[in-house]
DNA sequence: CGAATTTCAGTTGTGCACAACCGATCTCGC
DNA sequence: GCGAGATCGGTTGTGCACAACTGAAATTCG
């Protein structure tokens, strides 16, 4: 049934913006956003790491993470430096400030799975794996349309 | 597992862009966004809506769906117009372009739906059933902070 | 009636996402 | 060495998403 599986990326959407606001609300006081978190949460947790490592775990490019990551260390929340081994690479790495917030934001993941209110560890379990499957999917799936083919007479060409 | 559901909003944030890029690819030779095509679909299935019943279905506010109405209107793909009934209310309409679109992007519903790879009917329904109960449940938990608390001495207040 | 409140669409400003592209740098084969 | 190709981070430009706000218009209520 197409239009369910329709529907299905339609509840995707609505239930990340959904969880997108609650990260906003708990993260406002630090004035940082969910993207911002994410960055912070790799480092906490992998020690420093170049900038495509980070957009490895977080599966972004360099054309997000840049701004984000200049953001960051103008906040004085973390640190940019170039590889000495390989000056192509730029090492992103915690300030004391950004360590701190360690801490500061402990309270965060209890706050998500309370607000979530998922029924027990194996609900969630099972609920990541599908999504984990769908994401590997559509993925695989991706209809590879040459990078921008003009496509003329479709829609949008004419007047 | 407190972890675990921050896994989850991860997951739904991931699945969500993995959607997104194979929505992106399927819509690029229409040149349309995922976002414009959920207003397609609502003006197709609902007929004429006001700016708010939109708004209502896809859950964006106006200041989302204002520039993006705008911009399809530009392309000819909708029309706003002035509710003679209440001179506050903007009716948005289909053009023949916007109609004959229907035609055009009616293979979509189909191509994700394999893309994405579910199982059956029952398995789409179960995963959507979740998703919707995560998307209450997190509307549902959104912890009040005052609009724009100032929050001194948090961080990125000095210097 | 007429003032206070609410509703509605729009604007402004910020921060992702992402395609496309760029320059610097590294690697590999010769 | 050295030149072709790959890799890395950054920039540019477009389009959401959203908070906060505005102004016009409708509604409520004293």
Same mark, same amino acid.
């Given at each position: 049934?197409?239009?369910?599986?329709?529907?299905?990326?339609? #509840?995707?959407?609505?239930?990340?913006? #959904?969880?997108?606001?609650?990260?906003? =609300?708990?993260?406002?006081?630090?004035?940082?956003?969910?993207?911002?978190? $994410?960055?912070?949460?790799?480092?906490?947790?992998?020690?420093?790491?170049?900038?495509?490592?980070? +957009?490895?775990?977080?599966?972004?490019?360099? +054309?997000?993470?840049?701004? $984000?990551?200049?953001?960051?260390?103008?906040?004085?929340?973390?640190?940019?430096?170039?590889? %000495?081994?390989? =000056?192509?690479?730029?090492?992103?790495?915690?300030?004391?400030?950004?360590? %701190?917030?360690?801490?500061?934001?402990?309270?965060?993941?209890?706050?998500? %799975?309370?607000?979530?209110?998922?029924?027990?560890?194996?609900?969630?379990? +099972?609920?990541?794996?599908?999504?984990?499957?769908?994401?590997?999917?559509?993925? =695989?799936?991706?209809?590879?349309? #040459?990078?921008?083919?003009?496509?003329?007479?479709?829609?949008?060409?004419?007047?």
């Amino acid at each position: 049934m197409a239009v369910t599986d329709e529907m299905v990326c339609f #509840a995707l959407y609505a239930a990340h913006r #959904a969880t997108s606001q609650t990260y906003r =609300a708990l993260l406002a006081p630090w004035d940082l956003t969910y993207p911002q978190y $994410l960055v912070l949460a790799t480092l906490w947790n992998e020690g420093p790491q170049s900038v495509r490592e980070v +957009g490895e775990v977080m599966q972004l490019d360099s +054309g997000t993470l840049s701004p $984000l990551l200049r953001r960051m260390e103008e906040r004085d929340l973390v640190r940019r430096e170039r590889s %000495a081994a390989d =000056a192509r690479v730029v090492d992103v790495h915690l300030t004391d400030r950004g360590l %701190a917030l360690r801490t500061d934001l402990c309270h965060i993941p209890a706050a998500i %799975a309370t607000g979530m209110g998922l029924a027990d560890a194996a609900d969630a379990e +099972g609920l990541l794996r599908r999504l984990r499957g769908i994401e590997a999917s559509m993925h =695989a799936a991706v209809p590879q349309a #040459a990078p921008h083919e003009p496509v003329a007479g479709a829609a949008g060409d004419d007047r």
